[in-house]
């Protein structure tokens, strides 16, 4: 099944947890090597809605808050590197507004 073109991406989320070192659960050194940076959260929110929210998306389990999905492909960064990675989404049970949740490397397909 595929997602909503229209899911919310919050580019905050992106500059301030994705690609801000975090002492647990670090993504940004992850993202990085691809060229993502604070500086261009922009482009990293254009290229999960580009690359990888057309893609498939896998059911995963519901809770009180909502329907959530799992989404793996492969994004190409600003420099031109790839990487395997896993992308969470939720559907809100209240609202039915689907947003992003996270991103993780995909160690299955490094």
Not at 19 to 30: E, V
Not at 32 to 43: C, K, R
Not at 71 to 76: N, R
Request: aromatic share 8%; hydrophobic share 40%.
């Amino acid at each position: 099944m595929r997602l909503p073109a229209d899911t919310t991406i919050a580019e905050d989320k992106l500059a301030r947890y994705l690609l801000l070192p975090q002492a647990r659960g670090d993504k940004s050194a992850f993202l990085a090597q691809t060229g993502y940076v604070q500086g261009n959260a922009g482009q990293l929110l254009q290229d999960l809605r580009t690359q990888i929210l057309p893609l498939d998306a896998v059911r995963l389990e519901s809770n009180k808050f909502g329907q959530y999905y799992e989404i793996c492909g492969t994004l190409k960064g600003p420099n031109g590197m790839t990487l395997p990675v896993r992308t969470i989404w939720m559907t809100e049970h209240l609202s039915g507004i689907t947003k992003f949740v996270t991103l993780i490397p995909d160690k299955r397909r490094a």
